[in-house]
């Protein structure tokens, strides 16, 4: 774990200046509270931002907490002797003083895996280093050594692990190490926790037989604890027994940490358990865990903190690293009292996961408001995943958002049925929104995905990317058009007999293809008529019925653009989500291509824009401005700042895509002329990037303008996505269709059961 610490004091103690006079008290999601507002907490952890130096040269990583003092390990880079090196440091949590231990590491032929402190201050590492061998078999092999230095950085121990680590190639690398009160060390690879006494002795190792990991650190009984997934894939708390080299006791109910931090001791109970929302201290009397904080309660993206423990004052460090920009801040929490803290309008994001973009945006737009704080509410529990979560999470939303007592102020539209809900009236109309903000217009968008989410005349929300999906196939062979209809695709199958359609198509693939984006082509939701009993039905399914049960995919080695070209695959379903896709497809396929999309009963373009960053403002909302205020905020943000993936929907945000893109600078020699590579062609100055299925690669070329062309037409005749699912209706023709796949009914006598279940579905959900 690596990370640049910036040269930031003047801010970060203003920021928490501000923080500590605005941040919001904020509570769990109480349904008695109206608009989904919530409950006020007794206490909140208001942030201060640390400072370790100004050194921005500086990657930090192997933080841990020893008292009053917080061990790092410091890569620094020398520009005078161009080396680097690994320096262990000691930050101050009293006074903010910091000193360098003399003990240094040249970084440029080992560093350092993991590192841990005690109370006297002796310091403790698992370091690495890189040994060539000589002679004419001459190689480079890496030793690994346990060791202990004291406080003055004198070594006291050193011993050489390697043999040890070899032994296993599975588990051959120092993943984490803990150490228990007596000084003894546990490492973690893959699977497997080696053993090691407090002279480094090996003293056997325990085989977890675990998928993975999840973590492993010492509780405050001195014993050191490892959290992994069991064979059911339940997430289990186990003592390490270091004298019975086994696990001992299991702990039951312990939360889902991700990987995300190690263990640590607790506050009032045993251990610190950091997730992707909030701190937990765990009781292995109880087996219960008790949230100390939410991290968005503190402005903090929960996903980003990578370690998080108790001072000795019983205040919280937490490190947290933003990946996206490569910052670290470390952040001091004090327990204060809420009714201490300015109090902001609280609003409440409904979703049924939540992502790390979400809790970017969310602490983005708290940072930087005065009047309204923003927290989410999240309806599917990662941490106690079960069989029916999904249909749960569904449930609960639904009934937040029918009782209206906790309706939240916004939705995550993502995974929902965007057009079933608008249509029940959930969601209040965002054009006299748009009308007036000063900052975005409707026109600032493209119009068929503004379009694309309002319903009867009323604008449920905006996307702030999306995606294409269609179906690419050589001009040759399917024209220059868009479009085309169930038979055309029959028809075109009918002709190149021996050649597959599509690779790896199955019957079940074969049936979703042909009705994720037709299926309300035989729903009227209108008058509630149903068509599943008709001849173009049958007709699917009789043609479906040609595809394989199974594709052997083990046997199979040979890539899809290799498949492509020799003509035995003839289709390429696609996603377009960056301006390299177009070229990507004429690649793959070696001569021109039409995207002539997905087949639907009554023509279209066939490609689809499927909606990413969705959210719209609920009708019950009762703070509809300050839910306004998140989603403008969030459209206004540039595309690139939080995570956004695939295509911006803002015209603006496109065309700053492509002017980036087209905007290439290239290597010159000495003389300024420019370099070309094997092919003949200039070479960027920021590299190539490009694309590899093993038995065929690709570079990607700067676009061109008939490249970008190419997508913006098909931006502009893409059609609003309707395959947010129906699951229900799906499975009703999937489950009944098996009988006819299986010769055990009629094509006719299975498409009458359908119809007659799927109507009686549609009659009750309309």
């Given at each position: 774990m690596r990370k640049n610490l910036r040269g930031r004091k003047a801010t970060a103690i203003a920021l928490a200046s501000v923080m500590a006079m605005s941040l919001a008290a904020c509570g769990k999601q109480d349904g008695s509270n109206p608009g989904g507002q919530t409950e006020q907490k007794e206490y909140v952890y208001v942030p201060e931002y640390l400072e370790l130096d100004d050194n921005t040269n500086s990657s930090y990583s192997n933080m841990t907490v020893q008292g009053d003092k917080l061990y790092y390990t410091n890569y620094q880079w020398d520009e005078a002797s161009g080396e680097s090196k690994v320096v262990i440091g000691a930050y101050s949590l009293t006074d903010g003083s910091r000193e360098d231990l003399p003990i240094t590491i040249n970084a440029d032929g080992g560093g350092i895996y993991s590192m841990q402190a005690d109370a006297e201050g002796n310091i403790y590492t698992a370091e690495f280093e890189w040994n060539a061998t000589e002679g004419d078999d001459a190689y480079t092999q890496q030793t690994t050594v346990l060791h202990k230095y004291d406080a003055s950085g004198t070594e006291l121990m050193a011993q050489d692990i390697t043999d040890i680590m070899q032994q296993d190639e599975n588990n051959s690398y120092v993943g984490s190490m803990c150490l228990d009160d007596q000084g003894r060390f546990y490492i973690s690879s893959d699977s497997l926790i080696r053993l090691f006494g407090s002279d480094g002795q090996f003293q056997g190792a325990v085989q977890t037989d675990s998928q993975w990991i999840q973590g492993m650190g010492k509780a405050k009984d001195g014993k050191v604890y490892l959290a992994y997934y069991d064979q059911s894939g339940n997430v289990k708390l186990s003592q390490i027994d270091f004298d019975g080299k086994a696990l001992g006791q299991t702990y039951d109910n312990f939360p889902n940490t991700n990987g995300n931090g190690a263990l640590c001791a607790g506050i009032e109970n045993d251990l610190l358990v950091n997730t992707d929302t909030a701190l937990y201290d765990y009781s292995l009397a109880d087996q219960k865990t008790t949230e100390i904080l939410n991290w968005l309660d503190s402005d903090i993206n929960g996903s980003y903190v990578t370690y998080a423990a108790a001072t000795a004052d019983g205040k919280i460090l937490a490190v947290v690293n933003d990946w996206n920009t490569g910052e670290t801040d470390l952040v001091k929490l004090t327990k204060t009292k809420a009714s201490e803290v300015a109090q902001k309008s609280q609003i409440t994001i409904g979703t049924l996961y939540t992502s790390q973009s979400l809790q970017a945006a969310a602490v983005a737009f708290n940072?930087?408001?005065?009047?309204?704080?923003?927290?989410?509410?999240?309806?599917?529990?990662?941490?106690?995943?079960?069989?029916?979560?999904?249909?749960?999470?569904?449930?609960?939303?639904?009934?937040?958002?029918?009782?209206?007592?906790?309706?939240?102020?916004?939705?995550?539209?993502?995974?929902?049925?965007?057009?079933?809900?608008?249509?029940?009236?959930?969601?209040?109309?965002?054009?006299?929104?748009?009308?007036?903000?000063?900052?975005?217009?409707?026109?600032?968008?493209?119009?068929?995905?503004?379009?694309?989410?309002?319903?009867?005349?009323?604008?449920?929300?905006?996307?702030?990317?999306?995606?294409?999906?269609?179906?690419?196939?050589?001009?040759?062979?399917?024209?220059?058009?868009?479009?085309?209809?169930?038979?055309?695709?029959?028809?075109?199958?009918?002709?190149?007999?021996?050649?597959?359609?599509?690779?790896?198509?199955?019957?079940?693939?074969?049936?979703?293809?042909?009705?994720?984006?037709?299926?309300?082509?035989?729903?009227?939701?209108?008058?509630?008529?149903?068509?599943?009993?008709?001849?173009?039905?049958?007709?699917?399914?009789?043609?479906?019925?040609?595809?394989?049960?199974?594709?052997?995919?083990?046997?199979?080695?040979?890539?899809?653009?290799?498949?492509?070209?020799?003509?035995?695959?003839?289709?390429?379903?696609?996603?377009?989500?960056?301006?390299?896709?177009?070229?990507?497809?004429?690649?793959?396929?070696?001569?021109?291509?039409?995207?002539?999309?997905?087949?639907?009963?009554?023509?279209?373009?066939?490609?689809?824009?499927?909606?990413?960053?969705?959210?719209?403002?609920?009708?019950?909302?009762?703070?509809?401005?300050?839910?306004?205020?998140?989603?403008?905020?969030?459209?206004?943000?540039?595309?690139?700042?939080?995570?956004?993936?695939?295509?911006?929907?803002?015209?603006?945000?496109?065309?700053?895509?492509?002017?980036?893109?087209?905007?290439?600078?290239?290597?010159?020699?000495?003389?300024?002329?420019?370099?070309?590579?094997?092919?003949?062609?200039?070479?960027?100055?920021?590299?190539?990037?490009?694309?590899?299925?093993?038995?065929?690669?690709?570079?990607?070329?700067?676009?061109?303008?008939?490249?970008?062309?190419?997508?913006?037409?098909?931006?502009?005749?893409?059609?609003?996505?309707?395959?947010?699912?129906?699951?229900?209706?799906?499975?009703?023709?999937?489950?009944?269709?098996?009988?006819?796949?299986?010769?055990?009914?009629?094509?006719?006598?299975?498409?009458?059961?359908?119809?007659?279940?799927?109507?009686?579905?549609?009659?009750?959900?309309?």
């Open positions: 940072k930087q408001s005065n009047e309204y704080h923003v927290n989410i509410k999240t309806y599917i529990d990662d941490n106690n995943w079960t069989e029916t979560s999904w249909a749960d999470g569904i449930t609960a939303m639904n009934n937040d958002i029918t009782s209206g007592a906790g309706c939240p102020d916004i939705l995550d539209l993502s995974n929902l049925d965007v057009k079933e809900l608008a249509s029940k009236g959930v969601f209040e109309d965002m054009t006299p929104y748009l009308e007036k903000s000063s900052v975005l217009s409707k026109d600032d968008f493209f119009e068929n995905i503004v379009d694309s989410y309002t319903f009867d005349g009323k604008l449920v929300g905006i996307p702030k990317s999306f995606t294409l999906n269609t179906i690419v196939g050589k001009t040759s062979e399917v024209g220059d058009k868009k479009g085309w209809t169930i038979d055309d695709i029959i028809a075109y199958a009918g002709q190149h007999e021996g050649a597959s359609l599509f690779e790896g198509m199955t019957k079940s693939g074969m049936l979703y293809t042909l009705l994720a984006y037709d299926l309300d082509s035989y729903i009227d939701w209108e008058t509630g008529k149903c068509s599943f009993d008709s001849e173009d039905f049958q007709k699917v399914l009789e043609f479906v019925n040609t595809f394989p049960e199974e594709y052997d995919w083990q046997n199979d080695d040979r890539s899809t653009p290799a498949k492509i070209q020799s003509g035995e695959v003839l289709l390429n379903m696609t996603g377009i989500y960056q301006l390299n896709s177009i070229q990507e497809e004429e690649a793959m396929f070696g001569e021109p291509v039409t995207y002539i999309g997905y087949p639907t009963s009554g023509g279209g373009s066939g490609t689809y824009m499927q909606a990413s960053e969705l959210y719209a403002i609920t009708a019950k909302s009762s703070n509809k401005d300050g839910a306004w205020a998140f989603i403008e905020n969030y459209l206004n943000q540039p595309f690139d700042d939080l995570y956004s993936y695939g295509l911006p929907a803002r015209k603006s945000a496109l065309d700053d895509m492509v002017e980036k893109a087209l905007n290439v600078t290239y290597m010159t020699d000495e003389n300024g002329e420019q370099i070309l590579d094997e092919n003949g062609n200039p070479i960027p100055e920021n590299g190539t990037s490009g694309i590899s299925y093993g038995d065929w690669e690709y570079t990607y070329h700067t676009p061109t303008e008939e490249e970008i062309d190419i997508l913006k037409d098909l931006i502009s005749v893409a059609e609003p996505s309707s395959a947010t699912g129906n699951d229900e209706i799906t499975n009703i023709i999937t489950e009944e269709a098996e009988a006819f796949f299986k010769g055990q009914k009629s094509v006719s006598d299975v498409a009458n059961v359908i119809q007659s279940r799927v109507q009686v579905y549609v009659n009750e959900n309309r």
